[in-house]
């Protein structure tokens, strides 16, 4: 029976179909579109909706392993050159990692840019440095965190790199139903420069708990009068409202027509 699992490889979590019993942390074979890649099992219970990447051919060897850390001890030096070479070539381009497939035939290196990146001439440096096949991978800023690790201001570790797993989309509308927009982006964004991961945590409960509250900045009836709301507190289920004669009063969800 085919079943979904989570395979890790550069720490990035892919989908991949297997048809082979395994378990949390076994060491994988993968076959991608070209090519065949070591990962390491982190779920085998994945509820991903994306494509699978590949299929699980089998569990690795001890020579998958040896290759796999042969070329882990080389990295750095592949690493090294090829920033070198981007320097060289005045590419604004940050690498973060680098890949080699099971056969040893290609390198993939990913890397971050603010915009798109010709790198067709450092692919030829590359390819005639290493004889190998280059492949380059752009990857988003939040990948870029969970490579690199770090810790956000709450003090602990980084949330895409503690807990793992497929990155959810993190949305504006998770910053309004807590009411922490008006904060501003520079105080809910994490290290990467995009939205904190941890705002999708509570989001679907704020927004149970805010049915049937009024809108901010809509006019509602009070036993006290009419007013206009200023404030939603979900945990509590209170709103506080401006009344008309400029007064500031709480008011529980019951209380307001």
């Not at 003090?155 to 309004?176: H, W, Y």
Request: proline fraction near 1%; include cysteine; aromatic fraction near 8%.
């Amino acid at each position: 029976m085919q079943v979904l699992v989570t395979i890790y490889f550069w720490d990035n979590p892919r989908s991949f179909v297997s048809d082979i019993d395994l378990k949390e942390n076994d060491q994988v074979i993968v076959a991608l579109d070209q090519t065949m890649e070591m990962g390491t099992v982190k779920s085998t219970k994945n509820e991903s909706r994306e494509k699978p990447h590949g299929k699980v051919v089998r569990l690795a060897t001890e020579r998958d392993k040896k290759k796999f850390t042969d070329f882990e001890d080389k990295k750095k030096e592949y690493l090294n050159f090829c920033r070198e070479s981007s320097k060289n070539l005045e590419l604004d381009m940050k690498f973060i990692d680098a890949g080699m497939s099971l056969d040893g035939k290609q390198i993939t290196f990913a890397f971050s840019a603010d915009s798109r990146i010709d790198f067709r001439e450092l692919v030829k440096i590359l390819s005639s440095k290493f004889k190998k096949l280059i492949k380059m991978q752009q990857v988003g800023s939040r990948d870029e965190a969970r490579k690199i690790g770090g810790y956000g201001i709450c003090g602990r570790e980084l949330c895409c790199k503690k807990f793992g797993g497929n990155m959810q989309s993190i949305t504006t509308e998770m910053a309004r139903v807590q009411q922490v927009a008006h904060r501003g982006a520079e105080r809910i964004s994490g290290l990467c420069g995009r939205l904190m991961c941890c705002l999708s945590y509570e989001a679907e409960q704020y927004k149970e708990a805010l049915k049937g509250m009024p809108e901010l900045h809509s006019t509602v009836n009070t036993n006290k009068g009419k007013g206009v709301v200023i404030e939603l507190n979900a945990v509590l289920q209170e709103i506080k409202v401006k009344m008309e004669n400029g007064e500031y009063v709480s008011f529980k969800k019951e209380d307001i027509k």
